[in-house]
C-alpha cells in the first residue's frame, strides 16, 4: 500500500509563504498517476477540514473556498511528490497539515475535498503563522 510523507511545515510570518511535500511511495498495483492526494488540516480545538485536493492522473483540482487564491496545489510525477503552495499566510492558517491519498478515483471530484474519501494518511506536518 502507498506510504505518505508529508514535510515542509515550520514558522511564518503572517503573508508569508511556505511549501509543503507529500511525498509518495510505496505503489504495489498502482501507480503515482492513478490517485486523488487532498492536503487537509487540523487547527488547535478544530475539526480536520479539507484544503485542497489534486488529481495525479489530470492534474485536475479542487480547493476549499477560504483557500482559493492564496493555495495552490501541483504534482511531481517524477518525484511522485504533490506540493501545495501556502502564500498570503494567516494566524488563522496554524494547523497540523495532512496529506491523503485515495487509489484510481471512479469519479474525481470535489468530494475528494472531504477526509471519508480517503484511505491512506500521512503524518501531519506543523505549520505556525505568527502575527
Known amino acids: 500500500e502507498v506510504q505518505l510523507q508529508a514535510s515542509g511545515g515550520g514558522l511564518a510570518q503572517a503573508g508569508g509563504s511556505l511549501t509543503l511535500s507529500c511525498s509518495a511511495s510505496?505503489?504495489?498495483?498502482?501507480?503515482?498517476?492513478?490517485?486523488?492526494i487532498g492536503w487537509f488540516r487540523r487547527a488547535p480545538g478544530k475539526e480536520r477540514e479539507g484544503v485542497s485536493c489534486?488529481?495525479?492522473?489530470?492534474?485536475?483540482?479542487y480547493y476549499a473556498p477560504s483557500m482559493k487564491g492564496r493555495f495552490t496545489i501541483s504534482s511531481d510525477h517524477a518525484k511522485n511528490t504533490v506540493y501545495l503552495q501556502m502564500n498570503g499566510l494567516k494566524p488563522e492558517d496554524t494547523a497540523v497539515y495532512y496529506c491523503?491519498?485515495?487509489?484510481?478515483?471512479?469519479?474525481?471530484?470535489?468530494?475528494?475535498?472531504?477526509?471519508?474519501?480517503?484511505?491512506?494518511w500521512g503524518r501531519g506536518t506543523q505549520v505556525t503563522v505568527s502575527s
Open positions: 489534486i488529481s495525479t492522473n489530470d492534474g485536475a483540482t
Open positions: 491523503a491519498a485515495y487509489s484510481r478515483p471512479a469519479y474525481f471530484s470535489a468530494a475528494y475535498l472531504y477526509e471519508h474519501k480517503y484511505r491512506v
Open positions: 510505496g505503489f504495489t498495483f498502482d501507480r503515482f498517476g492513478d490517485y486523488a
